[in-house]
Nanobody, 115 residues
Framework: QVQLVESGGGLVQAGGSLRLSCAADRRVFSVNTMGWYRQAPGKQRESVAVITSYGITNYADSVKGRFTISRDNAKNTVYLQMNSLKPEDTAVYYC?????????WGQGTQVTVSS
């Protein structure tokens, strides 16, 4: 069973930083564009950041300049460095392929930013 396991979430004050990690099965990670998504209470899940297998990145306008996505191909891990966090960044964060595949959605990791 292929799994993507997110970690690194937590409670942080506005202006703080967190680094999320996503450990992926090599079969998924090595050939796919990977992405971080988030879902806030009462809202639809949205794409936050994307990275291709070649390292090309793209970001949602709301996080551009604050978040950085990266990947370690040797460790089959994708990261999301989040700086200058805002209360509106509060959500459950997930990683998945791009586009997201139903069978890969995991539990996510909760990020809560207090004002």
């Amino acid at each position: 069973q292929v799994q993507l396991v997110e970690s690194g979430g937590g409670l942080v004050q506005a202006g703080g930083s967190l680094r999320l990690s996503c450990a992926a099965d090599r079969r998924v990670f090595s050939v796919n564009t990977m992405g971080w998504y988030r879902q806030a209470p009462g809202k639809q899940r949205e794409s936050v950041a994307v990275i291709t297998s070649y390292g090309i990145t793209n970001y949602a306008d709301s996080v551009k300049g604050r978040f950085t996505i990266s990947r370690d191909n040797a460790k089959n891990t994708v990261y999301l460095q989040m700086n200058s966090l805002k209360p509106e960044d509060t959500a459950v964060y997930y990683c998945n392929t791009v586009p997201g595949r139903d069978q890969y959605w995991g539990q996510g990791t909760q990020v809560t930013v207090s004002s």
